[in-house]
């Protein structure tokens, strides 16, 4: 039977791009900034690791003190997404930038009028800013001194922070997102760059774990409070607000039918996924959460209106990133390959991209179908995209044929998950201008529509230039998805 369902977005659908301000704002000392977690670490590359130095190393690059220096070329970049025709632009705000040590008691003015100048240039375009809060720049004073997140006074800085944001910006800011994905603090080396908790090892990012679950479930708590505080104030403070979680939503398959991989494919999708969302939208600890706790002998230092803090602050809307899927094995002589956050088992079925990271679009819609089932509420991808090499041609042409072609292929896969029933209700691929990769540093792995003209050593003009897939998405937004070849 010939399938007729009409494969269409709604109207209204938000199109545009992601950014980090860590990853392509730069500017890391100017106006007022103090140090973040970001500019403490150093370049590496695909196989070397970055480093992390509590002590600022002479001659050596940074590549988040100047990233792609978005802090003196805003206008320019926020006019070639209008050229896209971008409906929303999802950036964060510099936590340090706002309040230079986390715990002053005063914030930054400079800080918080970059950030004016930076929304109305997005209101003259009628950009719809969609705001990341904490994006892995966690103020680096916080980790020295109260070793991050770990310590629940943190959670009081944070919502200070979020106060100062949802009282200047009232007006211009409706979408906001407390936390990038918050579920990094269930795996172990998500300490430093989520948790800004100092990591045990030699200082090498690839090693900076922190071991000791105990510790890192209480961060994770922590964040959760912080998160739902903030929620209720900023429903307190314009009753407009949408306010939503973020996800990195790892997708993974049983390897084969055996019953033990089948369980244990559920059981990371609940861990590794569903706990925080599960907080974050139902407003308390899923069951399967309080039994992992018990068996690794967890014990979530909890106070008396936590439990109530967490119902109150449920988030309005769920957003997540989605590049790859991985397959998982009770058998653990499996070939693994890479891939956002985690490694995981090679999929047979599946190609990989140069830094192996599988290629799964049919993943995209089986996730939203998986997240929406659970919680129906809408949905946004707010990363997605595919890490490559690019080619400047002798005409300074860049011919980007694949990255058109993984971002076509899940942009049908979230046609068909609008079809079955999914409130999709926007798309913004990661890194929509060239920026710096958060987990080696290189600038050679790009993602965006637009070229910047910056190597791995930090060395080159800044200059923007327009590839192939930036006249190609132009297109997709413009005719609404309809057109994607």
Same mark, same amino acid.
Not at 7 to 28: D, H, I, K, V
Not at 258 to 276: E, I, R, W, Y
Not at 284 to 296: I, L, M, Q
Not at 450 to 462: A, P
């Given at each position: ?122 209101? $003259?375009?009628?950009?719809? @800013?969609?705001?990341?809060? *904490? ?44 936390? +990038?994905?918050? +579920?990094?603090?269930? %795996? ?27 510790? !890192? ?15 209720? !104030?900023?429903?307190?403070? +314009?009753k407009d607000f949408k306010i939503? &979680?973020?996800?990195?939503?790892? &997708?993974?398959? @049983?390897?084969? &039918? ?5 369980? !244990?494919?559920?059981? $990371? ?5 569903? !706990? ?37 602050g449920r988030v309005d809307f ?17 070939? $693994?390959?890479?891939? +956002? ?11 990989? *991209? ?25 949905l946004m991808v707010v990363e ?30 979230? $046609? ?7 409130? %999709? ?11 710096? *990769? ?48």
């Open positions: 039977m010939k399938n007729t369902t009409k494969l269409e977005f709604p109207q209204g659908f938000l199109w545009g791009g992601a950014t980090a301000a860590n990853q392509f704002e730069g500017g890391y000392n100017e106006e007022g900034k103090g140090l973040s977690t970001a500019d403490v670490i150093t370049a590496g590359t695909h196989t070397t690791s970055r480093r992390i130095t509590p002590v600022l190393e002479e001659g050596v690059n940074y590549p988040s003190h100047q990233a792609i220096d978005f802090f003196h070329r805003y206008q320019e970049d926020i006019r070639l997404f209008a050229e896209m025709g971008f409906k929303v632009f999802r950036m964060s705000i510099a936590w340090s930038r706002i309040f230079p040590n986390g715990d002053d008691a005063e914030p930054n003015e400079q800080g918080l009028q970059f950030y004016d100048r930076v929304f109305a240039e997005l209101k $003259k375009y009628n950009i719809e @800013p969609l705001v990341t809060i *904490s994006h892995y720049e966690a103020p680096f004073h916080l980790t020295q001194k109260y070793n991050g997140w770990s310590d629940r006074r943190v959670v009081d800085f944070y919502v200070r922070y979020c106060e100062v944001l949802f009282n200047r910006y009232k007006d211009v800011v409706k979408y906001w997102l407390t936390f +990038n994905e918050i +579920n990094i603090l269930t %795996l172990s080396f998500g300490a430093f760059m989520a948790g800004a908790m100092m990591p045990e090892g030699n200082g090498e990012l690839a090693h900076a774990t922190v071991k000791n679950e105990q510790v !890192l479930y209480q961060a994770l708590h922590h964040q959760f409070i912080a998160s739902a505080k903030a929620v209720k !104030l900023g429903h307190e403070i +314009n939503g &979680c973020m996800i990195a939503y790892m &997708c993974s398959y @049983p390897l084969t &039918c055996h019953p033990d991989d089948v369980l !244990l494919a559920q059981q $990371k999708d609940n861990l590794s996924n569903f !706990l925080c969302s599960d907080v974050q939208v139902r407003g308390a600890y899923p069951g399967f959460a309080k039994r992992y706790f018990s068996d690794h002998n967890i014990q979530i230092n909890m106070q008396e209106e936590d439990e109530n803090i967490l119902k109150e769920y957003t997540f990133s989605y590049y790859s899927s991985t397959c998982v094995s009770a058998d653990p002589d499996q070939e $693994k390959v890479g891939g +956002n956050l985690s490694l995981g088992l090679k999929n047979p079925h599946l190609k990989a *991209s140069a830094w192996d990271w599988q290629i799964d679009p049919q993943g995209l819609r089986w996730s939203l179908n998986n997240i929406y089932n659970r919680y129906e509420i809408p997605n995209g595919l890490g490559a090499v690019d080619t400047v041609e002798e005409d300074g042409s860049i011919h980007d044929d694949y990255r058109i072609d993984y971002l076509k292929q899940h942009i049908e896969q979230m $046609k068909e998950a609008i079809a079955d029933g999914v409130d %999709l209700i926007g798309y913004t691929p990661w890194g929509c201008i060239d920026l710096v *990769s958060a987990g080696t540093g290189e600038m050679k792995k790009r993602y965006g529509f637009i070229y910047v003209d910056k190597d791995n050593e930090g060395k080159g003009t800044l200059a923007r230039s327009k590839k192939k897939s930036f006249y190609w998405y132009k297109n997709v937004i413009e005719t609404n998805g309809e057109q994607l070849d």
